[in-house]
């Protein structure tokens, strides 16, 4: 199965398992500076239905929405 594993690495290497892992990624750097998806997005630029799709691993973002997402992150 496509999927990340608990340790955060991607366990089958395919576009859908890149999202999974960078959503992933994106939902714990959010925990963990405490911001609401809401906050995040808004920080963000982007709408929360669309972050929402990203952590979610339903959306691959490009290269300038992770930048935005980094930024809005410090």
């Known amino acids: 199965a496509i999927g990340v594993g608990q ?5 089958q290497v395919g576009e859908e398992a ?3 892992a960078i ?5 714990r750097a959010r925990a963990r500076s405490g911001m609401s998806t809401r906050e995040l ?8 239905p669309f972050l929402s ?3 979610n691993g339903r959306s691959t ?14």
């Open 7 to 11: 340790d955060g690495w991607v366990t």
């Open 18 to 20: 890149v999202a999974a």
């Open 23 to 27: 959503g992933a990624s994106v939902r």
């Open 41 to 48: 997005a808004q920080r963000a630029s982007m709408s929360q």
């Open 53 to 55: 799709n990203i952590e």
């Open 61 to 74: 973002p490009s290269v300038a929405t992770l930048y935005k997402l980094a930024a809005a992150l410090g």
